[in-house]
């Protein structure tokens, strides 16, 4: 069963000129649960290389490891499921590619997207933006920010694990953990810390407070 407390999305060019292995290693030396190798801008050859090296890592330290989007790139790299936005091959699909025990994730940001989604039989959610952010272009107003109401209703809505994403870090963590969201998934409040372990470690028990509170 997979613990959804820090669930780190991997991005090298939110890194600091520091290699996305480097900061993967960090991540689970500070209790990283879940890692998505996102890394947008790489060519598929690319991702596929750092892939395969956080495979090794991930699965010797018994982490989750997550493709975003490529179902091809997961299955080439034995990754333990995908990650799937609006713009990518259905839930369905994916499934039947990756076969029964994959983990597949689905992005949402509506209620009724949400239940679509475990209807189709996603594993879990990745909900957001909570909150503005700059990691992605079409989300970087507070216009686009879902807020903590949503998640709720959100979480309220379904049977399985949500995760909070968006404009996270540790001075909001414990909040999203409060309204109800299994875990947090970050990309600069690991990757663009001057101690990426610490930073993990500090998300892990952020949320674990607020979720007692």
Known sequence: MTNWDVYLVTQGSLSRDRDTREIVQAAIDGGVDV???????????????????????T???????????????????DADGVHLGDEDVPVEVARELLGGDA?????????????AAQRAGADYLGVGAIYATGSKDDIDDEEYAIGLDRLESIV?????PVVGIGGVDASNADKVAAAGAD????????????????????LGAVVRDGRTD
């Open 35 to 57: 890692v998505q190798l996102r890394e947008k801008g790489m060519s598929a050859r690319e991702r596929y290389e750092i892939g395969m090296d956080l495979r090794e890592m």
């Open 59 to 77: 699965r010797e330290a018994s982490v989750a490891l997550l493709v975003n989007d490529r179902v091809d790139i997961a299955q080439a790299i």
């Open 103 to 115: 983990i597949v994730g689905r992005s949402v940001s509506f209620v009724e997207d949400a239940r």
């Open 156 to 160: 309220g809505a379904v049977d399985i």
């Open 183 to 202: 875990g947090v998934a970050v990309i600069t409040a690991i990757t663009g810390t001057d101690d990426p372990e610490a930073a993990t470690r500090e």
